[in-house]
């Protein structure tokens, strides 16, 4: 394993609103954002590429005119090339997709990047890292799933955190290790966060461990320990 020099009380904490009260959404983001967290991640589930059925853009943008949070808007949808200007234009600061959705991986990112937001790839426990080696140069951000996407409070899948290291090791030898992100997503909580971290991880979301606590500002504490 790659040793990163990742400062734990830096790594970056992205509360899942998939785990939050959905009839509550302006009330949710007020409280993680007063609780510390540094992004709101939203999850954009369409039935097809996911066994599992969220929101889209029109929600989106009812909880961007309620939150001055950064959104990191995970599309789990095909054709996300489709939706991207939406969400963008919903309030999506960060849209990031899953390679396996994208035929043209190399173009999506290409669109993302021209709406002038930021833009994000996506691999799915299965997908080898070597399928973004040709478009490290076009991202803001990696993210390495350690769970099959589409549920949340599933168990972490360990085989992640080898992939988390891979993708260092391929940032730091293009040299862009410290203008991408690589965050995880899936039963990340405080028993797993600081494998993450050692592994190499900057950005940690979370689900369950934020919102099944009481307490939002010590549960996001608890990660970054
Ligand atoms: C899963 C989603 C995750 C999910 C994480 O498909 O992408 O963001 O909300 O939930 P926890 O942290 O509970 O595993
Ligand atoms: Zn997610």
Known sequence: MTRAMIDPARVKIAPSILASDFSDLAGELRRIAEAGADWAHLDVMDGHFVPNITFGPPVIAKMRSKSDLPFDVHLMIEHPERYV???????????TVHAEACTHLHRVLGQIRETGAKAGVVLNPHTPVNVIENVLDLVDMVLIMSVNPGFGGQKFIPAALGKVARVREMLV???????????VDGGVDEKTAP????????????????FGKPDYAAAIAALRK
């Open 85 to 95: 200007a939406d969400f963008v234009k919903a309030g999506a600061d960060m849209v």
């Open 173 to 183: 030898a293009a040299g862009l290790a410290s203008a991408v992100e690589i965050q």
């Open 195 to 210: 494998a993450c971290i050692a592994a190499g991880a900057t950005c940690l979301v979370a689900g369950t461990a934020v």
